[in-house]
């Protein structure tokens, strides 16, 4: 989790650098639209490499997913610790019951 943390600062603060040296700061300039479609680019490519690439492709891209998202988030105002507040509002709570309870 410390990564991620780290991550979320460094992201903050490059998003400000000159483009031409941060891709970060590439993305920030290049808009909201363009960060969401790399994020959807990368959770292809993850998928794609579970279903046919190695393990280490795996984790490359998982890693560019959860990069991306960072990325994404930063730039509409949401803090990770929002989303680990989120899952962690959810822990416990069964999936399958979750569902069931919408239809209700
Ligand atoms: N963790 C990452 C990270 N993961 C992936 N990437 C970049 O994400 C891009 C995704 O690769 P792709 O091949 O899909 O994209 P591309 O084809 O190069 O790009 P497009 O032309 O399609 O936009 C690559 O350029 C990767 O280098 C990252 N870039 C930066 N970081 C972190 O962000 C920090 C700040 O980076 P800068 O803003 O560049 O200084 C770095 O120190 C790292 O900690």
Partial sequence: ?????????TIAER??????SSYVAQLSHRGTPVMARKL???????????L??????LVGEAAD?????????????VSFEEVMAELDRREGVSG???????ST
């Avoid at 998003?15 to 031409?20: C, E, G, I, L, V």
């Avoid at 959807?40 to 579970?50: K, L, N, W």
């Fill in 65 to 77: 997913v959860v990069f991306h998202l960072m990325v994404l988030l930063a730039d509409k105002g």
């Fill in 52 to 57: 046919s690439g190695s393990r280490e492709e």
């Fill in 15 to 20: 998003r400000k650098a000159d483009p031409k």
């Fill in 40 to 50: 959807g680019e990368e959770a292809v490519e993850a998928c794609v490499a579970a």
């Fill in 96 to 102: 399958l019951d979750e569902k069931a309870s919408r």
């Fill in 1 to 9: 989790m410390e990564t991620l943390t780290r991550l979320e600062a």
